[in-house]
């Protein structure tokens, strides 16, 4: 079985340009997450997606993050401008219906 | 908000010996308890997990202990090797959704 693909693995930006990351997750998971993990500290959840519908987003800065699930299967996260203190590795997870996560590799992105 | 702690970034142990990560939550809705291990430059993976049901849960050579009064998790490791060598994720979840909470992980040595 496929694990979930992320891409790219990993982007070097400079603070106010455009970025996105993409997610194609496990075939079959109905739900989809967004994390970001600041070195030193555990994921934090971004934005969780039931198929292509929004489930939470509380946590994500609508500012500059957006996310979209646009046909319930693969996903893009993009931050618009970027700061430097966007600079993690954005993991994305899958999971079948209240069942444990299955992350991606992430994507390292450094914001200079 | 840490609802998720893990008070020590970092262990190290002798191969063979038991290794022991810890874990306290504060929020009394927390139901659903996993442990995630992440080797560099990979997502987490899953690798024990324990409802509110149970106090204990055993795979393998891994161990997870959960104490509802005292909101205080372990995971035992015996006899530890040296591919154990990982940062270790406790995470926490409520019945309400799916959203996990995760601490800030805690960076296990094995030494041969």
């Known amino acids: 079985e496929a694990g979930v693909a992320q891409s790219p693995r990993y982007k070097i930006i400079e603070k106010r340009q455009s970025v996105a990351f993409w997610c194609n997750p496990i075939s079959g998971h109905a739900t989809l997450y967004w994390y970001q993990q600041i070195l030193g500290q555990g994921p934090k959840l971004l934005i969780q997606?039931?198929?292509?519908?929004?489930?939470?987003d509380s946590q994500l800065p609508k500012d500059r993050f957006s996310a979209e699930r646009l046909k319930g299967v693969d996903s893009t996260l993009k931050i618009q401008p970027a700061k430097l203190e966007d600079s993690a590795v954005y993991l994305c997870?899958?999971?079948?219906?209240?069942?444990?996560?299955?992350f991606g590799p992430g994507t390292r992105l450094t914001v200079l | 908000d840490q609802q998720v702690k893990q008070n020590s970034p970092s262990l190290s142990v002798q191969e063979g010996r038991i290794s022991i990560l810890n874990c306290d939550y504060t929020n009394s809705m927390f139901d659903y308890f996993l442990w995630y291990k992440k080797y560099p430059a990979e997502g987490p993976t899953f690798l024990i997990s324990i409802s509110s049901i149970k106090d204990k849960n055993e795979d393998g050579r891994f161990t997870v202990f959960l104490n509802k009064s005292a909101k205080h998790l372990s995971l035992h490791i015996v006899p530890s090797q040296p591919g154990d060598s990982a940062v270790y994720f406790c995470a926490a979840s409520a019945p309400s959704n799916n959203d996990m909470r995760f601490g800030a992980g805690t960076r296990l040595t094995v030494k041969p």
């Open positions: 997606f039931q198929n292509n519908g929004v489930v939470d």
């Open positions: 997870a899958s999971s079948p219906p209240m069942n444990e996560q299955f």
